[in-house]
């Protein structure tokens, strides 16, 4: 398996850590965290070039690399959070997590593939079905016809991380630097949009400040230079069948930490994850 899928697969274990990091995090504001953490995240890419100062010249990149690269960070994180606002996060998290399953299926369609097998698109929809158990699992699943917007929000969400992802992979010249920019850019404009529509709630203590500078280290930080690599010299497709176990993970490590409780739901979403997992691995091992 080539090292640059194996470090796609370290982003996906940081994002599991996301939703722990963020309930640790206290009642800061979405888009004021995200300005928080963006701007770390940002600053880690950053603080490389102190000893590569050749790196800042990621940042000279062309209109429409800025565009894929900020729109992708800050337009996912602006529809998704504010789907969370217009429908039940259950709901709204279930739409959003449709993204793996484009990413394979959109992967397919760039120039040169491979084409898609059917062991990806089959661990795809074991992974979906296993998430789809998992958002089942935690009280049921009831879309409204009052929270319409937000479904549409969270759907657009989907599409934009997955285009960002397989875009990405056609810009394999862009050197990773170039994502420090991308998360100082989406971290300016979180910020506006919190002077716009929040109040500012800063973190009580120490814990929650905690919370927010593993955030910025991690899920929102160094998952996204480990994503990069990985969707431009990795396996794509493969990736995007792993990224469903991110949900079950990430449920796992906050009934670790008292945050959930467990469940037969999780154990069965557990189980379609890793087959799905396995069965995309041995597609992408037929296809080489």
């Not at 590569?52 to 990149?61: E, K, W, Y």
């Not at 089942?136 to 934009?160: H, M, N």
Request: aromatic share 10%.
């Amino acid at each position: 398996m080539p090292s640059a899928t194996l470090l796609g697969f370290g982003a996906i274990l940081l994002w599991s850590l996301l939703a722990l990091f963020t309930a640790l995090s206290g009642a800061v504001p979405p888009f004021q965290l995200a300005a928080m953490t963006f701007a770390l995240g940002g600053l880690v890419g950053c603080a490389s070039w102190l000893v590569r100062p050749q790196g800042i010249r990621a940042l000279r990149q062309p209109w429409p690399v800025w565009l894929l690269g900020v729109g992708g960070l800050f337009g996912y994180h602006a529809l998704y959070f504010t789907a969370l606002r217009l429908a039940p996060p259950a709901e709204a998290g279930l739409l959003n997590y449709l993204w793996p399953l484009l990413i394979v299926l959109l992967s397919a369609r760039l120039p040169g593939a491979a084409g898609l097998r059917a062991g990806h698109l089959g661990g795809a929809a074991l992974g979906l079905a296993g998430v789809v158990v998992l958002f089942a699992g935690r009280g049921g699943i009831d879309f409204s016809a009052g929270a319409v917007p937000g479904y549409l929000a969270a759907l657009a969400a989907a599409f934009v991380w997955s285009g960002y992802s397989v875009l990405s992979s056609r810009v394999g010249a862009v050197p990773t630097d170039a994502v420090a920019g991308f998360c100082l850019a989406t971290a300016a404009l979180s910020l506006a949009c919190h002077r716009a529509f929040e109040t500012t709630l800063w973190p009580a203590d120490a814990v929650q400040w905690a919370a927010v500078v593993a955030l910025g280290l991690g899920p929102v930080g160094a998952a996204f230079y480990l994503w990069d690599i990985g969707v431009k010299r990795g396996d794509l497709r493969l990736l995007g069948v792993a990224a469903y176990a991110a949900p079950i993970l990430s449920t796992l490590t906050l009934v670790l930490a008292g945050y959930a409780e467990p469940s037969p739901a999780l154990a069965l979403a557990c189980l379609l994850i890793v087959l799905g997992a396995g069965v995309a691995v041995r597609a992408s091992r037929a296809g080489r």
